[in-house]
């Protein structure tokens, strides 16, 4: 197998993890960069994330065009995937999701933060971008490059960015940690929920999430990799 052919078996298995995980449902995507042309990202067909094969990968050029598509309808909103790799030299892997628990957090102003530690990776500082400060009336959805860059824009150096009354975008530099941390993202979402119920919450500070983020390395998610790939019905595969 060339190294192409090992990253889209692993595509396979993010989109199959993030279905059975609850991250994305019919709707949702997540993408590599291209790892021989950093300047094309992998994206399957407009298909529901569980049903992904590696026949549905399609090239893109950052700016959303697709290369090789042949009869294959694209998703709409891959601009969101374009734009990010296109500001963020540094990321290589784009996870975007209606995450059920995030969206309460897009839509009011109590902002969404790490209270757990296997959350820190969402970062210090999760923002909401609202199309309407821009783009006024719109069906919400990310269908140019211009709503693109914006969004990739406001993510700026983060790792993840809340999207008004639609969901988020979630950044890595690799794919493995990307998934994890959009599962943690939902998780973490849902104990904040909670957790306001009872009395007030105390955070991780900056400084915990800092040292958090520093050990989330090969060790943390290849443990999680190999149970989601089990509760997934996918091969772990190993990479170098
Ligand atoms: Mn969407």
């Given at each position: 197998m060339t190294k192409l052919d090992v990253m889209l078996e692993e595509l396979v298995t993010a989109n199959r993890i993030l279905a059975r995980e609850g991250v994305v449902d019919s709707f949702g995507h997540v993408t590599i960069r291209h790892p021989d042309h950093p300047d094309r990202f992998l994206m399957s067909r407009a298909r529901a994330p569980d049903c992904v094969?590696?026949?549905?990968f399609i090239t893109f050029s950052l700016?959303?065009?697709?290369?090789?598509?042949?009869?294959r309808k694209p998703y709409l909103e891959r601009f969101i995937h374009g734009a990010c790799y296109e500001a963020r030299p540094d990321v290589h892997a784009v996870v975007h999701n209606?995450?059920?628990?995030?969206i309460p957090f897009g839509v009011t102003n109590c902002k969404l933060r790490?209270?757990?530690?296997?959350?820190?990776?969402?970062?210090?500082d999760v923002g909401v971008w609202d199309s309407?400060?821009?783009?006024?009336?719109?069906?919400?959805?990310?269908?140019d490059m211009d709503m693109g860059r914006d969004l990739a824009k406001f993510l700026g150096p983060g790792r993840t960015a809340l999207m008004r009354g639609h969901g988020a975008v979630v950044v890595a530099a690799m794919l493995r940690h990307v998934v994890f941390t959009s599962i943690y993202v939902e998780v973490g979402a849902k104990l904040q929920m909670q957790a306001m119920q009872m009395g007030e919450v105390k955070y991780l500070t900056d400084g915990e999430i800092d040292t958090i983020i520093k050990r989330v390395g090969p060790y943390t998610l290849n443990r999680a990799w190999e149970n989601w790939c089990r509760r997934a019905g996918r091969p772990m595969q190993e990479l170098d």
């Open positions: 094969e590696v026949s549905d700016d959303g065009t697709p290369l090789d598509a042949g009869e209606h995450s059920p628990s995030v790490p209270l757990l530690h296997m959350c820190a990776s969402m970062g210090h309407q400060d821009k783009f006024g009336d719109t069906d919400l959805l990310v269908s």
